[in-house]
T-cell receptor
């Protein structure tokens, strides 16, 4: 079956940039997503990128997609302590007639040190 | 506009007890989903409903049943709870390409 992989931990200092990486196996991805989960909370959709795009920028967030290598990254500029959370990469599988079944990576826990 | 709501927020069950987790969305989405989240495992799809009146199994359906009561509501039932079902359960709904999550139900089975 299809798979999404990401590293489990990342630690950065406040004010630095954070880069969270993800690889996926699905050759027919249409959308790829980044979700943020704060402790004890649900998943919040941060941003997404359509598969025919290479880059998407949204304020402090930059998503880069290398479709040839099936590699997705999320860059957070000027990382703040409030960015500490678990970040999930997800791939839209588009099967079963639904409007988008997602497969998730295991999540990257971002720790921001003051 | 509440988005996706789930009840209860927390629940403790004894092995063998049954319960139903409730989920509702007010965004008029066709598709709804149930996931479980376990430490180190990410989110795994239990069941989904592509549209009102249809349900299908996901990656980990054993021990669960679902009902798509109407377009708004999608419930998850544990008929005979087991300790392996201790988890955080998330409901989601989607519009084409975008999926939105509820706040989760933390379930402990002793």
């Amino acid at each position: 079956g299809e798979d999404v992989e990401q590293s489990l931990f990342l630690s950065v200092r406040e004010g630095d940039s954070s880069v969270i990486n993800c690889t996926y196996t699905d050759s027919s991805s249409t959308y790829l997503y980044w979700y943020k989960q704060e402790p004890g909370a649900g998943l919040q959709l941060l941003t997404y990128i359509f598969s025919n795009m290479d880059m998407k920028q949204d304020q402090r967030l930059t998503v880069l997609l290398n479709k040839k290598d099936k590699h997705l990254s999320l860059r957070i500029a000027d990382t703040q302590t409030g960015d500490s959370a678990i970040y999930f990469c997800a791939d839209n599988l588009n099967y079963g007639g639904s409007q988008g079944n997602l497969i998730f990576g295991k999540g990257t826990k971002l720790s921001v040190k003051p | 506009n509440a988005g996706v709501t789930q009840t209860p927020k927390f629940q403790v069950l004894k092995t063998g007890q049954s319960m139903t987790l409730q989920c509702a969305q007010d965004m008029n989405h066709n598709s709804m989903y149930w996931y479980r989240q376990d430490p180190g495992m990410g989110l795994r799809l239990i069941y989904y409903s592509a549209s009102e009146g249809t349900t299908d199994k996901g990656e980990v359906p054993n021990g669960y049943n679902v009902s798509r009561l109407n377009k708004r509501e999608f419930s998850l039932r544990l008929e005979s709870a087991a300790p392996s079902q201790t988890s955080v359960y998330f409901c989601a709904s989607s519009t084409p390409g975008l999926q939105y999550f509820g706040p989760g139900t933390r379930l402990t089975v002793t």
